[in-house]
Nanobody
């Protein structure tokens, strides 16, 4: 059974950076596309950035382009989200999700309960 654990959240000032990690156990991530989603208070969960199983394809939500970078290290069974130039509106609980062989744009475009989900990590951007 695939299990995902997010880490790296915290409190940063506007303009700061955070690096989130999503580490898998139980199953190799080699065949899974991974998505980073976020949910702010009172808002729906949304796809932020997604990466294909081999890391060759990526997708970014418009507001993340140029500031966030998704990457993966399949040898470490881990996917990363580097977030730079953070803004208060980036404040949310960030979740990673996995789906077999999905295209990144498709994965990020749907919040599907059939995905494997982690428990989330809180990222707060505040002065």
């Amino acid at each position: 059974q695939l299990q995902l654990v997010e880490s790296g959240g915290g409190v940063v000032q506007p303009g700061g950076s955070l690096r989130l990690s999503c580490t898998a156990s139980g199953v190799s991530l080699n065949y899974y596309a991974i998505g980073w989603f976020r949910q702010a208070p009172g808002k729906e969960r949304e796809g932020v950035s997604c990466i294909s199983s081999r890391g060759t394809l990526t997708y970014y939500k418009d507001s993340a382009k140029g500031r966030f970078t998704v990457s993966r290290d399949n040898a470490k069974n881990t996917v990363y989200l580097q977030m730079n130039s953070l803004k208060p509106e980036d404040t949310a609980v960030y979740y990673c999700a996995a789906d077999l062989w999905a295209r990144p744009e498709t994965l990020c475009g749907n919040v599907n309960s059939d995905y494997y989900w982690g428990q989330g990590t809180q990222a707060t951007v505040s002065s």
